[in-house]
């Protein structure tokens, strides 16, 4: 509830600001469509968890075979790899921008910027469809998520995605790497791109800090590592999985240079009615 409730209030804010889709504003106002996904993705379970407890297991098969656990599995998935997508493509811009705002005006055009974010949306929406297209596997455990241990199918769907989401990270951590590097020479002198950028930066510290006890948790059941039991993982996974979308639409309220401005816009346009 918490994602929803201020993906919610993120976007109804940036809904009032007069700030054109640009370059330094369009991939975060984005995030909270993803967040709130993932934040009902959550509720469903919970909700399922509530109105089962104490009884699960006369419903659990029928949980798992029925279409809401597909959907909510597919929903999950979705959103947390749109999430990583958006994140990689808004570090990409800014190291780019940035590297080259004394050489080069030009900025990402509103049409480039809306093809990239689509793009975006559909490779994660791919990815999401897959285990629906391969065997169902979003139905091998309560959570609806594939996992990474059972059968064979599963375990390589979610290797290969933790493989792709570790490469994405590795990407961003690359390019923000060779940024600060400039910054710390003294080659950038615009404030408020500076606030983009830590802005930038520390959502993807806090994603990435979040993301490896999964990457960990895949590779340990790979390589059979049989110290971390299949319930050990599934606990850590139902609180791991959610956090991101919990915790960027609040740093995006509390550090998003933006969101100041759009508050801003509200209360004048509040006034002025």
């Known amino acids: 509830m918490h994602s929803i409730?201020?993906?919610?209030?993120?976007?109804?804010?940036?809904?009032?600001?007069?700030?054109?889709?640009?370059?330094?504003?369009?991939?975060?106002?984005?995030?909270?469509?993803?967040?709130?996904?993932?934040?009902?993705?959550?509720?469903?379970?919970?909700?399922?968890d509530a109105s089962t407890f104490g009884s699960f297991a006369q419903y659990g098969a029928q949980w798992e075979s029925g279409i809401g656990c597909q959907m909510t599995g597919l929903l999950s998935i979705f959103a947390a790899e749109a999430s990583i997508f958006l994140l990689t493509l808004a570090a990409l811009e800014r190291a780019f921008s940035v590297k080259h705002a004394t050489k080069f005006e030009t900025k990402s055009?509103?049409?480039?910027?809306?093809?990239?974010?689509?793009?975006?949306?559909?490779l994660a929406l791919i990815i999401a469809v897959i285990p629906l297209l391969t065997g169902s596997e979003y139905g091998v455990s309560p959570l609806c998520l594939p996992l990474p241990f059972g059968e064979s199918a599963a375990m390589g769907y979610m290797v290969a995605l933790v493989l792709l989401n570790s490469l994405c990270f590795l990407v961003m951590t690359i390019a923000y790497t060779k940024l600060y590097c400039s910054l710390e020479k003294g080659e950038l002198d615009n404030i408020w791109d500076c606030s983009m950028v830590k802005h930038i930066a520390l959502l993807l510290f806090t994603n990435c800090i979040l993301y490896c006890p999964v990457a960990f948790l895949s590779f340990s059941s790979l390589l059979n590592l049989t110290f971390i039991s299949p319930e050990v993982i599934k606990s850590i996974l139902l609180v791991i999985?959610?956090?991101?979308?919990?915790?960027?639409?609040?740093l995006y309220i509390l550090f998003n240079p933006h969101f100041k401005e759009d508050l801003v816009s509200l209360r004048k346009t509040k006034i002025a009615h």
Request: aromatic share 8%; hydrophobic share 50%; proline share 7%.
């Open 241 to 250: 999985v959610p956090l991101p979308a919990c915790l960027n639409p609040l």
């Open 5 to 48: 409730c201020t993906s919610i209030l993120q976007e109804y804010i940036a809904g009032f600001s007069h700030n054109d889709l640009t370059s330094a504003t369009g991939y975060p106002k984005r995030q909270p469509v993803v967040n709130a996904l993932m934040g009902l993705a959550s509720a469903v379970l919970a909700s399922v």
């Open 109 to 122: 055009s509103i049409a480039s910027i809306k093809i990239a974010i689509s793009f975006c949306f559909l």
